[in-house]
T-cell receptor, first 114, second 114 residues
Framework: GAVVSQHPSWVICKSGTSVKIECRSL??????MFWYRQFPKQSLMLMAT?????????EQGVEKDKFLINHASLTLSTLTVTSAHPEDSSFYIC??????????FGQGTRLTVV | AQKVTQAQTEISVVEKEDVTLDCVYE???????LFWYKQPPSGELVFLIR??????QNEISGRYSWNFQKSTSSFNFTITASQVVDSAVYFC???????????FGTGTRLLVSP
């Protein structure tokens, strides 16, 4: 079946540095991918919609300059957390829909900023 | 606006008990999808079911069953003869047809003890 691969699965970075997370659809093309964030013991909240070949659409309250999204191909979207701070520590997970089926989620990335 | 409510924050049962996880949703759209996902401690989201708003038939898959009642805007999930491996956080989610992005409930943590 369709698979979405997310990398890395976990990352620890120093405060002030940037971290890039990749989301790949492995056997289907995804013109749209989604990035969610989940704080500990909380629900998943949509951060942004990643659109291939155009700008991402951010949800209210999400800083687009801090969370840079690039969707340069039909199988890859990247989320870069710029100038990360401890409060950005969270679980980030992407999803992509194959045509006419449910959303497939990546494995998620656990980010810890120290 | 779309909203998903999972009123049960945490449920504890003993193995072999049956357990029902509640999900109530709100949407103004007439066509939508409802989902259930399982999130084990490792974090990945495991897809369990997708239900179209026009299909109110209950579904059974092994020990899992779902009861979709449009009249009460509910999509409840029952695990029969629970097992320790069922311990996880379960999320109910709503997708308005054509938008692909999901609105998640706050999740229900299920603890199944031996």
């Amino acid at each position: 079946g369709a698979v979405v691969s997310q990398h890395p699965s976990w990352v620890i970075c120093k405060s002030g540095t940037s971290v890039k997370i990749e989301c790949r659809s492995l056997d289907f093309q995804a013109t749209t991918m989604f990035w969610y964030r989940q704080f500990p013991k909380q629900s998943l909240m949509l951060m942004a919609t990643s659109n291939e070949g155009s700008k991402a659409t951010y949800e209210q309250g999400v800083e687009k300059d801090k969370f840079l999204i690039n969707h340069a191909s039909l199988t890859l979207s990247t989320l870069t957390v710029t100038s990360a701070h401890p409060e950005d520590s969270s679980f980030y997970i992407c999803s992509a829909n194959s045509p006419r089926t449910e959303a497939f989620f990546g494995q998620g990335t656990r980010l810890t900023v120290v | 606006a779309q909203k998903v409510t999972q009123a049960q924050t945490e449920i504890s049962v003993v193995e072999k008990e049956d357990v029902t996880l509640d999900c109530v949703y709100e949407t103004r759209d007439t066509t939508y999808y409802l989902f259930w996902y399982k999130q084990p401690p490792s974090g990945e989201l495991v897809f369990l079911i997708r239900r179209n708003s026009f299909d109110e038939q209950n579904e059974i898959s092994g020990r899992y069953s779902w009861n979709f009642q449009k009249s009460t805007s509910s999509f409840n999930f029952t695990i029969t003869a629970s097992q320790v491996v069922d311990s996880a956080v379960y999320f109910c989610a709503l997708e308005n047809t054509g938008f692909q992005k999901l609105v998640f409930g706050t999740g229900t943590r299920l603890l199944v003890s031996p």
